[in-house]
């Protein structure tokens, strides 16, 4: 059953995103929201720094999304680094438990000013094809959203 907190939850979201992405600016990491992967999931953030270095942050902002939540680990193929990122109050106490991996998941906690790193992941690196394929799918996509922003309508240019 809907209760009244869960129709904030895509504000509170939205801005857990924007402290992260925030956070990752600061650290010449390049954020990119919303972003589909090979495999049909979709990442809530996905970051680059200058080294190539993939990181893909997974949002929640209640238990009951974190608990239902079986698909993350399909991100973990995709990335060098994986940060949860919540907001501020929340419940850290299932990110120590095995489901949610401490072993090698950061967690951040975030508002929308700002972000802090709470527990940093373990740097599982990529091989190099799939580095290669996800850097580009990342450039293409950053590339097709800016040109978006020119013309609504690019397919009117075909």
């Not at 200058?50 to 999304?65: F, L």
């Not at 120590?96 to 508002?111: N, S």
């Not at 790193?117 to 190099?128: A, D, M």
């Amino acid at each position: 059953m809907a209760t009244a907190s869960d129709s904030f939850e895509p504000m509170i979201a939205a801005d857990v995103a924007r402290g992260v992405a925030r956070l990752f600016l600061r650290a010449e990491m390049t954020p990119l929201p919303e972003v589909p992967l090979g495999n049909g999931r979709r990442a809530d953030i996905m970051a680059i720094d200058a080294r190539g270095c993939i990181t893909i942050v997974e949002i929640k902002v209640s238990r009951a999304d974190l608990l239902g939540d079986g698909k993350w680990p399909d991100y973990l193929d995709f990335c060098d680094r994986f940060f949860w990122a919540v907001p501020g109050g929340f419940d850290l106490s299932p990110f120590e438990t095995d489901p949610f991996r401490p072993d090698c998941c950061g967690l951040i906690v975030a508002d929308r000013y700002d972000a802090a790193i709470l527990r940093e992941p373990q740097h599982r690196p990529l091989s190099g094809a799939r580095r290669k394929a996800e850097t580009l799918r990342f450039a293409r996509r950053a590339a097709r959203r800016l040109w978006g922003d020119l013309d609504p309508f690019p397919e009117s240019c075909v």
